[in-house]
């Protein structure tokens, strides 16, 4: 069998559909060989790589809530954010519980950018807590996680397909999901944070469709999510659901690819 990689890529609220698709796979008896997340393809990967089961993951799904992660912070220019970060950092710090990258059972990665030196850093030691933060904490949403000299927001400001990862663990067979896709034509122009937001997503976007030209996968998918925010906590289960459909639609060519 070929040493398969997965790439899940960042996308919020709509990075739920990673945990269907890897139920997908689940039931299908295909199992990674080491991935590679960006923000919430992140989340989802290294609690996989920890050992959590996706049935798991989507129970806890079901029971979360805007108020778990949203708490607004009323100095936020001060602080470089929305939202403060205490119910964040307390979510994904029990999530992991204090779980180490020498400790995961699948081989990890997962990227951040670093603001002080404008670079991208990959996560493969250390507390895997604070590197999905890192690779989480998106820009004007949450402030910076910082650690030494270094300043980390999302890591999808310019690689939200972190590839690269898993080519450096070695997989043969790399399979990518994309859950943002092509930047939607049209969005809710409500406000100033909208509008900030709506030109993340396009500056995203652009650095994205140049990757792909440079990028070879094996199997590039997009799960079919509409309009659907990855900014609100809310669709979880249908995002769930189109990850899960993903999966079992590509389940014989991902077989077919490893043999």
């Not at 923000?39 to 990967?45: L, R, T």
């Not at 020498?102 to 990959?122: E, G, H, Q």
């Amino acid at each position: 069998m070929k040493k398969l990689g997965l790439v899940l890529g960042s996308g919020g609220a709509r990075g739920i559909a990673h945990v269907g698709f890897l139920q997908a796979l689940e039931e299908n008896g295909i199992k990674p060989d080491c991935i590679s997340g960006c923000s919430m393809g992140s989340v989802v990967g290294g609690l996989y790589c920890k050992g959590m089961k996706p049935s798991e993951m989507f129970d806890v799904i079901k029971g979360l809530k805007s108020s778990d992660i949203i708490d607004f912070d009323l100095v936020g220019f001060s602080n470089k954010a929305i939202l403060k970060t205490s119910k964040m950092t307390k979510l994904v710090d029990a999530l992991f519980d204090g779980v180490t990258f020498s400790k995961l059972k699948i081989p990890f990665t997962c990227n951040a950018f670093d603001m002080n030196k404008a670079k991208t850093v990959w996560f493969t030691r250390g507390s895997v807590s604070t590197a999905v933060r890192a690779s989480s904490s998106i820009p004007v949403v949450f402030k910076p996680v910082v650690i030494g000299e270094k300043q980390l927001i999302d890591g999808g400001i310019v690689l939200r397909m972190p590839i690269e990862g898993v080519r450096k663990m070695g997989a043969e067979v790399i399979v990518g999901v994309d859950v943002l896709g092509k930047l939607r034509k049209t969005y809710d122009d409500k406000n100033m944070i909208t509008h900030i937001l709506r030109i993340i997503d396009a500056v995203d976007w652009a650095q994205t469709e140049s990757n792909y030209k440079n990028n070879d996968y094996d199997l590039l998918l997009m799960p079919e999510l509409g309009a659907m925010s990855q900014y609100m906590v809310k669709n979880l289960i249908f995002a769930y659901e189109k990850g899960y459909e993903l999966g079992k639609k590509n389940a014989d060519k991902i077989k077919e690819l490893i043999k």
